[in-house]
């Protein structure tokens, strides 16, 4: 009988891999861990990402808790972006993945 | 000025994470680094993945240099499936996200 891998184990791997994979939220993820706060500099910092894309994947990242948003209430309101613990730890369990990527090179867009 | 980090490093973290979060993907590289080599084999380890669709990710895990595909000349023709040894590397790449995926649960679902 063929032992059935999709449980609970797969399930999160599968669950963990999509999140990453989104289009997008690695280069996201990358900006943020990277340092930047404000919406313009992670916008800024990740080429061909639109002002619409960026909102959706951090409403998504944070909906996720892998995002946190900070409100200033200066005058204006300021707004500022952060990794969560969840969000840092994720990034330094893909600094793997980024070094596969580094020695296999960007594998033939399909 | 921002350093852009839309560097080649970037896209490349960006690229592997793509390939590996793409729906399903997760599911099979799993089924394959576990031992399982037919098409029916990896089908029945993947909870709710179709033929149609295991069929296309077959193909663009191969096309990415991940999976390869070995003809069995014999009268059925047999066909096996196994990681290629970039694709090897991917899944131990992976065992920290797994890991990350293990101490934090399923992210909700967006």
Known sequence: MTE??????CRRF???AETV?????????MALYLGS??????LGRVEG?????????????????????DV????PV????AL????TDLMRALQPLAAWGQRWGTPARV
């Not at 200033?72 to 005058?75: D, F, K």
């Not at 969560?84 to 969000?87: D, N, S």
């Open 4 to 9: 059935h891998i999709y449980d609970e184990e």
């Open 14 to 16: 599968q669950a963990s």
């Open 21 to 29: 994979g989104k289009r997008w939220s690695g280069g996201i993820l």
């Open 37 to 42: 706060t404000r919406f313009s500099e992670i």
């Open 49 to 69: 990402l639109s002002d619409r894309m960026l909102a959706q994947r951090l409403r998504e990242l944070e909906a996720e808790g892998l995002v946190e948003r």
């Open 72 to 75: 200033i209430p200066t005058v």
């Open 78 to 81: 300021q707004i500022r972006y």
């Open 84 to 87: 969560t613990e969840r969000g």
